[in-house]
């Protein structure tokens, strides 16, 4: 299953699949601030890029605080580069966790512009452990993307890659209020 549209330039296409299989110049991680490894796509992640290499990168960035994101080598991965982008833990009524949700996103885009990105993946940020509701996630995140490729037209596909077809759907439906 895939969905798209253009904005500026930009395509932002919604696949439902594996991240760690992307062929994008980049692919974003749903990373903790210890850039550690955890479970959810960070494990996955860290598994499929060679997780002794890429610990050992990580660990030389010293962490990425909630709202930011750190570039990697993509090691064993398709991808050439990761992102690690940090979400927040969803506060239920906070102001915070949209702006930082938006924030992780629109760093991510920052970074891979900063360093020739043209193709990124992203997955769902924070809606594994960190709770965040996919319905509102989805909305956060399409927006700060649109937002972001209306004011830069440096990047070419911007694909989120979505885990399970309930996530896709969710993505699916925020997409079209966008147009």
């Not at 932002?12 to 062929?23: A, N, P, S």
């Not at 479970?39 to 990580?58: F, K, M, N, P, S």
């Amino acid at each position: 299953m895939t969905t798209s549209m253009t904005i500026n330039k930009t395509s932002i296409e919604l696949v439902q699949g594996d991240i760690t299989q992307e062929e994008t110049d980049a692919i974003v991680n749903a990373a903790n601030a210890a850039l550690a490894g955890g479970g959810g796509v960070d494990g996955a992640i860290h598994r499929a890029a060679g997780a002794a290499e890429l610990q050992a990168a990580c660990r030389k960035l010293g962490g990425c605080a909630t709202g930011d994101a750190k570039i990697t080598p993509g090691f064993k991965l398709k991808a050439r580069f990761i992102i690690h982008a940090v979400g927040p833990v969803y506060q239920p009524g906070s102001e915070e966790s949209p702006r930082l949700l938006a924030s992780a996103y629109r760093r991510s885009l920052e970074v891979a512009v900063e360093n020739g990105v043209k193709t990124i993946a992203f997955p769902a940020i924070s809606t594994g452990v960190y709770g965040y509701p996919m319905d509102k996630a989805a909305q956060v995140s399409l927006t700060a993307v649109a937002d972001f490729v209306r004011q830069n037209d440096r990047l070419e596909k911007v694909r989120f890659v979505l885990f399970g077809s309930e996530a896709f759907e969710t993505f699916k439906a925020a997409l079209r209020t966008l147009s």
